[in-house]
């Protein structure tokens, strides 16, 4: 990407500028991990955000933006974004789990915490709350979850094509790999084939994302572990180990994980709900946002854990 090259206006631009946010970045696991720190730091319900594969925290931002009286943070996985890769772990389910667990625990949040991930930050929240150790949180929401093993998929020829893909960027010499990994015509591919929207100006600017941020990461090892992990795990592996009061939400129109396999997902949880979204596939983050803040919102509040209005706030409401 050079710097005279345009894309389509954000649409959620003016309402996530609306809302402050801090920087800030964690040692962890012989790595520098940085993370956006948004809305109201003093807010009782803290969301903890992880993001899918091969994006940075750029990704959830549409949903942060119509969220209000909650605080959000969001970092980039080791290796990808601003975040540099871990030493101490590859970047693999087990690693990314254990830094999910030492993340959380180094943040030091006060009040409610819930961890939300999205597409494989759905596998890695769960992985993370599988296991025993580690702080626990009030809750969590999964969107977009991978329900199901990669190849099962409604497209799982095409899973099988992304495999070979990057089969071939591991075989390929180190640099002509990683151009391989980064090469503009694929992420279209990839763009287009995930977007569901007829909205030309919408799906001008999702494509300006995956073209911005879907090469982000920092060298070929970790882009190709991260890959294997997210086909070779799935939320279903972890589900009946998470006790606490779980959201899906989950597209009618995936590719990825059809719905009906949300459906069973659901089923393997001790305390889950299920939000569909129709008309909309892999990308809810991006193309219904809203939707997807509105049942995060109704699904807090059931809990008790619901975002507080300025009013409520100053104790006028």
Same mark, same amino acid.
């Given at each position: 990407?050079?710097?005279?090259?345009?894309?389509?206006?954000?649409?959620?631009?003016?309402?996530?500028?609306?809302?402050?946010?801090?920087?800030?970045?964690?040692?962890?696991?012989?790595?520098?991990?940085?993370?956006?720190?948004?809305?109201?730091?003093?807010?009782?319900?803290?969301?903890?955000?992880?993001?899918?594969?091969?994006?940075?925290?750029?990704?959830?931002?549409?949903?942060?933006?119509?969220?209000?009286?909650?605080?959000?943070?969001?970092?980039?996985?080791?290796?990808? +974004?601003?975040?540099?890769?871990?030493?101490?772990?590859?970047? %693999?389910? *087990?690693?990314?789990? !254990?830094?999910? #667990? &030492?993340? /959380?625990?180094?943040?030091?949040?006060?009040?409610?915490?819930?961890?939300?991930?999205?597409?494989?930050?759905?596998?890695?929240?769960?992985?993370?709350?599988?296991?025993?150790?580690?702080?626990?949180?009030?809750?969590?929401?999964?969107?977009?979850?991978?329900?199901?093993?990669?190849?099962?998929?409604?497209?799982?020829?095409?899973?099988?094509?992304?495999?070979?893909?990057?089969?071939?960027?591991?075989?390929?010499?180190?640099?002509?790999?990683?151009?391989?990994?980064?090469?503009?015509?694929?992420?279209?591919?990839?763009?287009?084939?995930?977007?569901?929207?007829?909205?030309?100006?919408?799906?001008?600017?999702?494509? +300006?994302?995956?073209?911005?941020?879907?090469?982000?990461?920092? %060298?070929? *090892?970790?882009?190709? !572990?991260?890959? #294997? &992990?997210? /086909?070779?795990?799935?939320?279903?592996?972890?589900?009946?180990?998470?006790?606490?009061?779980?959201?899906?939400?989950?597209?009618?129109?995936?590719?990825?994980?059809?719905?009906?396999?949300?459906?069973?997902?659901?089923?393997?949880?001790?305390?889950?709900?299920?939000?569909?979204?129709?008309?909309?596939?892999?990308?809810?983050?991006?193309?219904?946002?809203?939707?997807?803040?509105?049942?995060?919102?109704?699904?807090?509040?059931?809990?008790?854990?619901?975002?507080?209005?300025?009013?409520?706030?100053?104790?006028?409401?």
């Amino acid at each position: 990407m050079t710097s005279t090259t345009r894309y389509a206006a954000s649409p959620y631009a003016e309402a996530l500028g609306r809302i402050p946010v801090r920087r800030g970045e964690l040692a962890l696991l012989g790595g520098m991990t940085r993370y956006w720190d948004y809305g109201d730091a003093d807010a009782p319900t803290t969301l903890v955000l992880v993001h899918g594969f091969r994006g940075d925290h750029h990704g959830l931002e549409p949903v942060v933006a119509q969220l209000s009286g909650l605080r959000l943070i969001s970092p980039d996985l080791p290796g990808f +974004g601003e975040s540099t890769p871990m030493t101490e772990h590859d970047h %693999d389910i *087990r690693g990314y789990s !254990q830094w999910l #667990r &030492a993340f /959380v625990a180094a943040l030091q949040l006060d009040g409610r915490v819930v961890l939300l991930g999205h597409s494989f930050g759905s596998i890695v929240v769960s992985a993370a709350l599988a296991d025993a150790g580690g702080p626990r949180p009030s809750s969590v929401v999964l969107v977009n979850p991978i329900g199901q093993p990669a190849l099962a998929g409604p497209r799982g020829v095409l899973t099988r094509l992304a495999i070979f893909y990057y089969w071939l960027a591991a075989a390929l010499p180190e640099r002509l790999g990683f151009a391989l990994l980064r090469n503009r015509l694929i992420v279209r591919v990839m763009s287009e084939a995930m977007a569901k929207t007829r909205d030309r100006g919408l799906r001008a600017w999702i494509h +300006g994302q995956h073209d911005s941020y879907f090469s982000a990461f920092s %060298d070929r *090892r970790v882009v190709l !572990q991260a890959f #294997r &992990a997210s /086909v070779a795990h799935d939320v279903s592996e972890y589900a009946a180990r998470i006790p606490e009061p779980t959201l899906l939400v989950a597209a009618v129109d995936d590719d990825i994980t059809p719905i009906a396999a949300e459906r069973r997902l659901r089923g393997l949880f001790p305390d889950a709900r299920l939000v569909e979204i129709p008309d909309v596939g892999h990308l809810i983050h991006y193309e219904k946002p809203a939707e997807a803040a509105r049942a995060i919102e109704t699904f807090l509040t059931e809990q008790g854990q619901g975002p507080v209005s300025p009013a409520r706030a100053e104790g006028t409401a």
